[in-house]
C-alpha cells in the first residue's frame, strides 16, 4: 500500500538527477507537485536557508513525501519502488536487479557527478576552464561512459525494447537525461546504435515525454 500523503519534488528543471525522478513519478502514474529551485538564479536558490533546512547538502531532487524528506534521486526512486510497487521499476529477480542497478549507476555514480552544475563552476572558477574547455571535460566523461554503456547493452541476453527487459525501469529512467545532456553538449551519438534506439523509444512514451526538461517550470 502507497503513502497518502501529498508528494513534492524539490526540482531544478534542467537537473539530470531531477529528470530522472520524474520519469520514475511519471512511470509510476503518481500525482505529484513541484517546487522549482533554480540553481543559478540569486547565487543558487538551493544555497537558501529554506532549502538548507530539507537539504543540508543544498542540492536537488529532495521529495517530500508529506514531511518526510527522502534525499538523492537514486534513494529516491528505489523509495518509490518500495512504496509504490505497482509497476516496478527494477525486475524481480536479485541477478536481473543488481544489472539494472549497476546500468543506472554507471550513469549517476560514473558519468553524471563530472559534469553537473557545481563542477563546471568549480573547473571555471578555480581553473580558469573556459567553456570550450568544459565541454570537452564533459564530452569526454560521457563518451567514456556511454561506450561502456552501449557494450554492456549489446552483451545482455535480458536486454529487450528497453536496458533491460520490454518495460522502462530504473536503467532507463538514468540513461535517458544522460542522453539529453549528451545532445546539449553536442557528443557524437553515432557509436552508440542501442543507446539512440532505446532513447527513440523512450522519448515516445508519454511518461518520458512529459518529463522533459523543456516541459517544466521555469523552462528556458
Known amino acids: 500500500m502507497g503513502s497518502t500523503n501529498e508528494l513534492v519534488l524539490h526540482d531544478y528543471w534542467r537537473s539530470s538527477a531531477c ?3 520524474r ?24 544555497h537558501s536557508a529554506e532549502h538548507h533546512a530539507i537539504n543540508p547538502q543544498e542540492s536537488v531532487p529532495v521529495l517530500m ?10 534513494a529516491i526512486i528505489e523509495y518509490l519502488d518500495e512504496v509504490y510497487a505497482d ?11 543488481a544489472q539494472a542497478r549497476a546500468l543506472a549507476q554507471l550513469i549517476a555514480c ?7 552544475l557545481r563542477v563546471m563552476q568549480y573547473l571555471e572558477r578555480e581553473f580558469g576552464a573556459d567553456a570550450p574547455a568544459r565541454e570537452r ?24 525494447a528497453f536496458c533491460h527487459g520490454d518495460a522502462p525501469g530504473l536503467a532507463d529512467a538514468c540513461l535517458i537525461p544522460q542522453v539529453y545532456n549528451a545532445v546539449r ?3 557524437d551519438l553515432s557509436p552508440y546504435p542501442t543507446i539512440r534506439a532505446i532513447y527513440a523509444r523512450c522519448l515516445a512514451l508519454p511518461e518520458f515525454d512529459a518529463a522533459r526538461p523543456e516541459q ?5
Open 185 to 187: 553538449f553536442n557528443v
Open 110 to 116: 560514473d558519468v553524471h557527478p563530472l559534469n553537473n
Open 19 to 21: 529528470y530522472r525522478v
Open 216 to 220: 517544466q517550470p521555469g523552462a528556458v
Open 23 to 46: 520519469i520514475a513519478l511519471n512511470l509510476k502514474g503518481l500525482e505529484y507537485r513541484l517546487k522549482p529551485v533554480h540553481l543559478v538564479n540569486n547565487g543558487g536558490e538551493q
Open 65 to 74: 513525501d508529506g514531511r518526510r524528506a527522502v534525499r538523492q534521486s537514486m
Open 87 to 97: 509497476p516496478p521499476l527494477l525486475p524481480p529477480a536479485p541477478r536481473e536487479r
Open 137 to 160: 571535460w564533459t564530452q569526454h566523461w560521457i563518451e567514456s561512459g556511454f561506450r561502456a554503456f552501449e557494450e554492456i547493452l549489446a552483451a545482455d541476453d535480458a536486454r529487450g
